[in-house]
T-cell receptor, first 114, second 110 residues
């Protein structure tokens, strides 16, 4: 069966520090991968999605970046965190939603920038 | 891309059926309707999806109107654990981008 792992579960970082959040998927090949962010009390904001290695689509221009160095690995990074980067970061995967396959979410990383 | 419209909040008595509506009047013929829910402080959970026909699984039923412009998610016997934000989304034709609206906050009343 397929599983998705996200870590860390919680993170407290000072303003201006770097960030690296990692997400891996097991049990499937060539998944579509997604990063979402949810600010406190708000809805889900799509940040990046990827349909293959090295293929990243950015939805929100900001100080975050994403990379997909391996088929089932998706990394969210920042060189310098801002206070506004605080939130709940969620990684998700699917085979292909266009063909009727749903998104499967990880348990998320709660990031607090101080 | 097809957009969805949902009421911001709903209440339902425990043990009753919860019926959550979603409007997607600009949906195209080969776009799927998906439902997810998010319990506080957790990642969203997939519930059900459909294209044209009504669907049922162990969690819920999905009723899609014949013109496909709206749908209803039915939780047949709501429990307190069903309190969550419910999202209805439509897959956009031609790309893999999936965006979520603000959903419906469903509160089950004891």
């Amino acid at each position: 069966s397929q599983t998705i792992h996200q870590w860390p579960a919680t993170l407290v970082q000072p303003v201006g520090s770097p960030l690296s959040l990692e997400c891996t998927v097991e049990g499937t090949s060539n998944p579509n991968l997604y990063w979402y962010r949810q600010a406190a009390g708000r809805g889900l904001q799509l940040l990046f999605y990827s349909v293959g290695i090295g293929q990243i689509s950015s939805e929100v221009p900001q100080n975050l970046s994403a990379s997909r160095p391996q088929d089932r690995q998706f990394i969210l990074s920042s060189k310098k965190l801002l206070l506004s980067d605080s939130g709940f970061y969620l990684c998700a995967w699917s085979v292909s939603p266009l063909s009727g396959s749903p998104l499967h979410f990880g348990n998320g990383t709660r990031l607090t920038v101080t | 891309d097809a957009k969805t419209t949902q009421p911001p909040s709903m209440d339902c008595a425990e043990g009753r059926a919860a019926n959550l509506p979603c409007n997607h009047s600009t949906i195209s013929g080969n776009e799927y309707v998906y439902w997810y829910r998010q319990i506080h402080s957790q990642g969203p959970q997939y519930i059900i999806h459909g294209l044209k026909n009504n669907e049922t699984n162990e969690m819920a039923s999905l009723i899609i109107t014949e013109d496909r412009k709206s749908s209803t998610l039915i939780l047949p016997h709501a429990t307190l654990r069903d309190t969550a934000v419910y999202y209805c989304i439509v897959t956009p034709f031609g790309n893999e981008k999936l965006t979520f609206g603000t959903g419906t906050r469903l509160t089950i009343i004891p």
